[in-house]
């Protein structure tokens, strides 16, 4: 029985869920997230920490309301983080310079620190996933053509 909904030619069941693509980010995120773990394990971060202390390695300091926007997270589930990464000794939370209202984050020295280690991750995620470099840079380049997508 072919399918006769519109824009799905071809597809036998578009209920299949082998065909969501829904179940196959979930998936694949699952997945990948589990390869971290173990490389994370060693640093103390769980990945949504890691998030974060990519983010700040790259942009600190930064308000919360950014690093939220940032990251894509409701202030109310970055809080919890920064706080088990401010118990980590990695992260402190101040006072913005420029507005008193806000806070911003900031990394410490063992946050900083924390960097040269964090550099082995990348290198070992690419040979942990077996895929080549250039196929990884473009599935990352279509995964932010759905995600733009989705949140039109």
Not at 75 to 83: E, I, R, Y
Not at 120 to 147: F, M, N, S, W, Y
């Amino acid at each position: 029985m072919s399918s006769s909904t519109p824009g799905l030619d071809g597809i036998e069941n578009p209920l299949a869920l082998e065909q969501q693509v829904c179940f196959a980010l979930a998936i694949a995120s699952r997945s990948v997230i589990g390869v971290y773990r173990p490389l994370l394990e060693p640093l103390g971060l769980t990945h949504p920490q890691y998030l974060v202390m990519l983010a700040l390695w790259e942009h600190e300091p930064l308000r919360v309301n950014e690093l939220a926007r940032l990251l894509q997270l409701d202030p109310g589930t970055l809080s919890p983080l920064l706080k088990r990464l401010e118990a980590s000794g990695y992260v402190r939370r101040e006072k913005d310079p420029h507005d008193d209202r806000a806070l911003a984050v900031v990394l410490t020295d063992a946050g900083r620190a924390l960097r040269d280690d964090a550099l082995k991750i990348p290198p070992a995620i690419v040979e942990r996933l077996g895929l080549p470099l250039d196929e990884l840079l473009e599935l990352h380049r279509r995964l932010t053509q759905v995600i733009a997508a989705a949140t039109v």
